[in-house]
DNA sequence: CGCTATCTTGAATCCCTTCAAGTCGCGTGG
DNA sequence: CCACGCGACTTGAAGGGATTCAAGATAGCG
């Protein structure tokens, strides 16, 4: 990748120009967008912000993993979404966040400021329309993973975890179903509403049963993928609307 | 109610005019839909649209409540939404529908054709920011509910849920406290991610605590709120943000 | 007034969690 | 170089909250 990520690069330019809030976007909208941007860089681990905390910059993750999280008075934490590399975060018309948004691995934002974008969303049609595209398929999202949090056991939110790895992943590197987890064991819980140690049981039972192997603790390769669909419950014409 | 859905009467009187996809058209656009829409009622139980089904129409909710859920293919159902007065069916830019659409009461929608309804969220700025806004309030609803069905125990679910209800209850008719379920055991149950019985036992122990009494299987009124609240399980700075 | 859908309650079961112990892999420093 | 420590993970055993299966109770409606 030869794009670095700093002002004067030109969002023409930029790796997510086409999916991201930006994506119909004509040249002349785009040349504002750059006079307005800035970048941010976030380190694994670290939160880029908190629930309730007033939202200074709206931001597209340009690179990296984020996640939004929720945690309860106890402790207990779920994952409500992860945002990869187009996603958007903040909601324009609020001034505060309404979840934990943290750095999975290493995060670049494209950050805008609230004010001036919140402009560009009255003005630019092309901006408030896709905002509402993505805010759809977020919807969409959402919705599905309610599915799973409400009525599906563990081993089948497991296994329609690993098939969404596996349709997401896109990296050209990996070669005969080889993929890599994005998340530990315990965000992997904190993701699909269990505990870790149920995480590791179903993956083990899944690696006794031939389904998947493992060659280190993030990276698998996928050995029987019509067991594993069959182990989502998912409805079988699922394949044909998605 | 003088409002009589018909197509001769016009969107400025309509009961949702302000809160529904037409909220911020001024009085030029709302006469481009006003010349665009048609009303449809559905019966209670009855189907609106299937997963899957092409979207002939768009349309929004105006009276009665519907709800949005998906079954899987042993036939466990969780439901993902209600749809209330204001809300909208369909999304832009796709042509079938990703959850059963059902009417829980008697439903009236005001429908608009999908090709025209999509030219003018291209053309008319208002609708798709309106859209924009409607679909990012739902996310957060959605995510909210993510947690509620992958962290909260069955009776934070059922405090959460009884909560909402009486929040969301403005009809004026509810004195001193007294609210109506919209939905059956069983219906509560799928939109919780549990069963009747369950629903059924923990609403039988709140009364038991005195937090609640119920006049017949429906109405009920609450004897301590703050109990109740206290049993969600959200965080207590909860209020401050929403 | 009885029929049926809806709801309640009880008892047994089970899946997931909780608690606990131990393993693995890796970077650090002696 | 390798012992050490630590975070991430695995595995086992016990416990518990929700489900499942099974009767009954209640209320709405013809």
Redesign the pocket.
């Known amino acids: 990748m030869t794009f670095v990520f700093n002002e004067r690069e030109s969002c023409s330019k930029c790796p997510i120009r086409h999916r991201a809030v930006c994506a119909r976007c004509d040249t002349d909208e785009l040349e504002l967008l750059d006079g307005m941007k800035s970048y941010q860089t976030i380190a694994a681990g670290e939160p880029i912000i908190w629930r309730g905390d007033e939202l200074t910059h709206f931001s597209s993750v340009v690179a990296g993993i984020a996640s939004l999280s929720r945690t309860l008075e106890d402790g207990r934490i779920q994952m409500v979404g992860l945002l990869l590399p187009s996603d958007f975060i903040g909601r324009p018309g609020r001034e505060t966040v309404e979840f934990d948004v943290t750095a999975v691995s290493d995060v670049t934002l494209c950050r805008f400021e609230r004010k001036p974008f919140e402009n560009l969303v009255e003005d630019v049609p092309h901006i408030s329309q896709r905002v509402m595209e993505m805010a759809l398929d977020e919807l969409n999202a959402a919705r599905e993973w309610m599915v799973l949090l409400g009525r599906k056991?563990?081993?089948e939110k497991i296994a329609t975890f690993l098939d969404m790895v596996i349709r997401r992943d896109t990296t050209p590197l990996h070669g005969a179903g080889s993929h890599s987890l994005p998340l530990?064991?315990?965000e992997i819980a904190n993701f699909l509403?269990?505990?870790?140690?149920?995480?590791?049981?179903q993956?083990?039972a899944m690696k006794k049963e031939k389904i998947l192997t493992?060659s280190?603790?993030?990276n698998f390769t996928i050995l029987d993928l019509d067991a594993l669909q069959e182990a989502t419950g998912d409805d079988t014409d699922n394949a044909l609307i998605a």
Do not use: K, M, Q
């Open positions: 056991t563990a081993r530990t064991r315990e509403g269990l505990t870790l140690e149920t995480v590791s049981r993956l083990s493992f280190d603790r993030r």
